[in-house]
């Protein structure tokens, strides 16, 4: 490990340098999956009072040596994991040795280069004198413009109303949206914004639910395409645009599905799968398909959810990731559950449980940190449901909700509701009241049209049996909650 005696008098590496591993911080990370202690970060991030958007990329940037220094919020957060270290303990460099670093002059005949009818202007971190902009490294095309020690890029999308600032103003957290800023045209900013967004809007979705954060990310997604209109000035930074915007599609288009505007949500999906089919994304593709499925059975398409899960199975293929499969494979069973075809259903779901079984990998998708063994338990839940199966899906339920990851408040909420209407159908009025009144707390932090959707739906099967004191008791606080809304 690093000494703690390390100072910051050695010189800053040159701007060519390939980064340097943090074999350190792979070493505390453990047998955890970076999706698992990424989660485990942000835990730690709440319980010292921090707001950090941690997720599996960011850990593998720490790793690879992509973040040689966090920005200070992380760095609280991990002196606070491993108390007594100091930051080169962990592995990172002093901070002194990563600022003002020189922008590395003149392109090299190396660098394919996309024609642009403008480019967008280097912005200098907040204190410091333009000319200070970071260089680009060319081995790593996810380098070159948003080290996380200064944040310029995600600064400057917030100035043009950024997907940054509409992230963190979303919804039932009480910060109005600037809309007049938000129609501003975009000019300096880059892909490292257009992913901290996704991340925060990610991060606000698991706390919150969709339905106060929909309207106010369309600004975001607005501005992401007006940087790809404007064109960039290298071909990697063009692909991450793209893959950015990609993914910010999805994320909107997901706040639409979960807020019940299907129709919005079909939209956005169609427009992520369109630029993955232009740019070549399998990876976006695979996604894209993969919520295309889900939504599908939302609205009542089984067949298009089986065959949209499929061409996701096929797009993931060569991606390396067991766990992806898994999920596309339970996207599939969805579709056979909602076509009463037990058998295709039950052959995906083993499908899907082999497939788990495998374990984590480094090349599972960052949007998948939800996909644990809660989810798991979740969605087979709802296709025993489907099915008319109600003990076993009432079973598959409470497993979710007991081993869900605390963070993702909006998928506790909805694995209970599950399990409510599962009890209710299943001829167990008292427990299923039981469990939604546990809903109706939540809802007080969750703002998701398809949980209120749910748990109506049980409150409606509860209606014969409410001459019980806790049928009565969650029925009342059901009647005064919709009467708010």
Known sequence: ???????????????????????????????????????????????????????????????????????????????????????????????????????????????????????????????????????????????????????????????????????????????????????RPVRRCGAGALEEAVRQIRLLDDRHGADGLYRRAAAPLRAAYALLDAGAMRQATADRLYAGAGELALSVGWLAHDSGRYDDARSHYAEALATARMTGDPALEAHAFCNTAFLARDAGRPREAVRAAQAAQRAARELGSARLLSLLALREAGGWAGLADRVGCERALARAQALFDRGPAGADPDWMSFYGEAELAGLEAQCWSALGDWPRAARHARRAVELQDPHFTRNTALYTAELADDLARGGRPDAAAAAGLRVLELLGEVQSTRVRTMLAGTARVLLPHRGAREVSAFLDRHRALARTA
């Not at 911080?25 to 990424?38: C, H, I, K, N, V």
């Not at 599996?56 to 200070?72: D, F, K, Q, S």
């Open 1 to 183: 490990m690093a000494s703690s005696t390390v100072t910051s008098a050695q010189p800053p590496p040159q701007p060519d340098r390939p980064p340097r591993p943090n074999l350190v911080f792979r070493q505390l990370r453990g047998r955890r999956s970076p999706a698992e202690f990424a989660a485990a970060v942000r835990r730690a991030a709440r319980e010292i009072g921090e707001r950090v958007s941690c997720d599996a990329r960011y850990v593998g940037r720490v790793e690879t040596g992509e973040i040689r220094c966090p920005n200070y919020a992380y760095e609280r957060v991990f002196l606070h994991m491993f108390p007594g270290r100091t930051l080169t303990d962990l592995g990172f460099a002093p901070r002194s040795s990563v600022r003002g670093r020189r922008a590395r002059t003149g392109a090299t005949a190396a660098d394919p280069v996309v024609p642009v009818s403008h480019r967008p202007e280097p912005v200098a971190p907040e204190g410091e004198t333009p000319g200070t902009a970071r260089p680009y490294d060319r081995g790593n095309p996810y380098t070159h413009d948003d080290h996380e020690e200064s944040d310029v890029l995600r600064r400057a999308f917030m100035r043009g109303g950024t997907a940054t600032a509409a992230a963190a103003s979303l919804g039932p957290l009480g910060l109005a949206l600037d809309a007049a800023a938000a129609e």
